[in-house]
Structure formats: structure tokens, C-alpha cells
């Protein structure tokens, strides 16, 4: 008989979604917090994404996301299982999105500052469907160039509340602090009668 971990069965389920432009960091992240080993559905990039894939600024990729990325991390202190699922970046997979929305409460949106304009159709998916989020500015190369600030003025978010977080993908501590960030917006917006 197979062994499950039934340490996660004692916390509460909250289905959380990574999500963000092509090569800003998504499974990076899913990656350096998840207690699991994540499921990953990363291909290598062929030429047949010559004229497709916009590599501009990222060159040096070799594989993308073409489904999900999945994992998951048991926060004990606040109570709740967390379920990561990081969505596909390309264009041509963003379909998959509404689908990878059901039955979740917040979303990390992450940004490249250098590449700003790949941000703005995950931002506006997430305001369109009034799913709370957190953007989280992956700091490549450890550093960032812009304020908390001016980079949500570049988004033109429409809540000027929307938490901006200067993140490094790969540091676990920075990713715990994003997903607790994320949880006191969910837990702000119940205590406060706002539909999450």
C-alpha cells in the first residue's frame, strides 16, 4: 500500500496561482519553495518557435512551460496548505488560464522590470477577473533599477493598493515572504467583506 503525506490533510487548502510574462521567473519560484518535487511540464525551445517566441532579452532559455508548474508548501504557523500552480508565459498557452483560475484565491503576478510590457496581459487578466494579487518584481541579477513606486505606475494598476514586492525567484525566504504577503491581502479582504 502506498504511503501518502498526511501532514498537509491537517491545514486548510488554498490554491494559489504563479503567473507573469515569458521568462520572468515562474517555475524558478514554484521551484525554490515548494516541499514537493514540482511537476514540471518545461520543454526545450525549437525553431519552431523562430518568430513565435520572443527571446529578447532572454536569450540564453532553453525550455519553457507548456502546461503548469505544480507544487506546494505547508505553511503550519498560518494554518493553510498552499497549492502552487505556475502558468504557461507564452502567448500561444494562455488559454490555459481560466482553466488553471478555478478554485483559486490570489495570484503572484511576477514582472521583469527590464521587460516590463510582457506584464501587462497577467496584470489585466487578474484585474478583469477580480482575483486578488501580489506583484512580485524578480530582481535579476540582484538588482532592481526601480521603485516599488514607479513600477506600479508603469503597470497602471488599478488598485493603487496592489502590494509590489521586490523578490529574488530563487531565494526561498524572499518567495515565503510574497505567499504570506499574498495571504494577509485574502485574509484583509475577508475580515473587511471584500469577495475574494
Not at 501580489?134 to 506600479?152: K, S
Request: some cysteine.
Amino acid at each position: 500500500m502506498p504511503e501518502y503525506d498526511t501532514a498537509a490533510q491537517d491545514e486548510s487548502p488554498v490554491k494559489i496561482l504563479i503567473a507573469g510574462g515569458f521568462g520572468v521567473g515562474k517555475t524558478t519560484l514554484v521551484e525554490a519553495i515548494s516541499e514537493i518535487e514540482p511537476l514540471r511540464t518545461e520543454e526545450r525551445l525549437t525553431t519552431a518557435g523562430i518568430g513565435v517566441d520572443d527571446l529578447d532579452g532572454i536569450e540564453s532559455k532553453t525550455a519553457t512551460t507548456v502546461a503548469m508548474d505544480f507544487g506546494r508548501i505547508t505553511l503550519a504557523d498560518a494554518g493553510v496548505v498552499l497549492y502552487l500552480f505556475g502558468t504557461p508565459g507564452q502567448e500561444r498557452f494562455w488559454f490555459m488560464w481560466d482553466d488553471l483560475l478555478n478554485g483559486a484565491l490570489g495570484a503572484i503576478v511576477l514582472v521583469d522590470t527590464r521587460r516590463l510590457d510582457r506584464s501587462f496581459a497577467a496584470v489585466d487578466f487578474f484585474e478583469n477577473r477580480r482575483l486578488p494579487f501580489v506583484i512580485g518584481a524578480n530582481c535579476f541579477d540582484g538588482e532592481q533599477h526601480y521603485t516599488a513606486e514607479e513600477i506600479g505606475a508603469a503597470l497602471h494598476l488599478s488598485d493603487p493598493n496592489t502590494p509590489i514586492l521586490m523578490l529574488d525567484a530563487r531565494s526561498r525566504d524572499d518567495v515565503r515572504g510574497a505567499l504570506l504577503t499574498l495571504l494577509d491581502l485574502l485574509i484583509d479582504r475577508a475580515q473587511s467583506g471584500t469577495p475574494v
